[in-house]
């Protein structure tokens, strides 16, 4: 469909995978990066193999969800980190209304959607079943913890980036962890001396663990 142009990211596709919803007793939303797809993030999914795990990847308008850098002033990644935000949330919507409650909905991103799923989260903050963002961090200028107001109950906070990531700035990751301690997260950060912008084994296995105790 045409993105409309104040909601660019709805009435995009959501590529399925893994378990069948009906069947699933957890879901992972799956956030792309910029330039990437959903499908590409559905096919990296398959590195965790959990049994009863839905996988759920919106689609970008343009394979991009927002157009300057996450540290750009908000106001220039209008309105497209609005749209991907919502974009987020109607994936979750989908999950709950296949009767996966959201403590039981793991919520990944990758770089841009690494940001996105850290700010949809840190924005509303609820018992997810965790929030894993890899090579990302909140979105904006700078960062006030006092801004972001919610209990998070423990939920299970993972960020890992390599510590010189041309992308994503190491303080900006340490900041993001900050809000979600405040928050009530139960944070690890990991940062990979000169991994670059990538995915590890560690964070592979950190994630598959994770999905792995949610099953049970």
Known sequence: MHPDSESPHQNQPIETAGTPLESATVAM????GRGATAQGMVRMADQFAVEGVA???PQA???TWYP????????????????GL?????????????DIPIDQVVILGFSQGGCLASEFVARNPDRYGGLVALSGGLIGESIDPSEYEGDLDGT????????????????RVHESATVFERLGGSVTTRLYEGMGHDINEDEIQFVSELLASLVG
């Not at 939303?29 to 792309?32: E, K, N, T, W």
């Open 29 to 32: 939303i799956l956030v792309h």
């Open 55 to 57: 996988h759920l990847a």
């Open 61 to 63: 308008a343009g394979n």
């Open 68 to 83: 300057n850098p996450f540290t750009a002033p908000v106001e220039s990644n209008e309105p497209g980190r609005t749209s």
């Open 86 to 98: 919502q974009a987020v949330d109607d994936a979750i919507s989908v999950a709950e209304a296949a």
């Open 156 to 171: 299970t906070v993972f960020l890992g980036c390599s510590d010189t990531d041309p992308h994503i700035p190491a303080e």
